[in-house]
Nanobody
Framework: QVQLVESGGGWVQPGGSLRLSCAAS????????MAWYRQAPGKQREMVAL???????TYADSVKGRFTISRDNAKSTVYLQMNSLKPEDTAVYYCYVRLPVGGGANDYWGQGTQVTVSS
């Protein structure tokens, strides 16, 4: 059974920092790409950052230079370090993994963690 459990969200003032964690179970973590998505009220869910099994990273333009995704295969955990936070970063942040199944794939999401940036 695949489980993704996020933690680390909360309220922070503009310019502040937060670190999100996502602990994965039920998967061979080191063999999978992992990603963070976010969804703000009234908006579509969007990819924030992705890290491949080979540690390559990709970021949304809106967070480049401010957010850093990393992974610890020994702990089956992916992180999102968020610095210089802006009010527009306010959203529910989700951990995501896509697993191959037969000729297709299944998508798995965590329960989400709320990040609120306001003064």
């Amino acid at each position: 059974q695949v489980q993704l459990v996020e933690s680390g969200g909360g309220w922070v003032q503009p310019g502040g920092s937060l670190r999100l964690s996502c602990a994965a179970s039920g998967i061979i973590f080191r063999l999978n790409n992992m990603a963070w998505y976010r969804q703000a009220p009234g908006k579509q869910r969007e990819m924030v950052a992705l890290i491949t099994l080979g540690y390559s990273t990709t970021y949304a333009d809106s967070v480049k230079g401010r957010f850093t995704i990393s992974r610890d295969n020994a702990k089956s955990t992916v992180y999102l370090q968020m610095n210089s936070l802006k009010p527009e970063d306010t959203a529910v942040y989700y951990c995501y993994v896509r697993l191959p199944v037969g000729g297709g794939a299944n998508d798995y999401w965590g329960q989400g963690t709320q990040v609120t940036v306001s003064s």
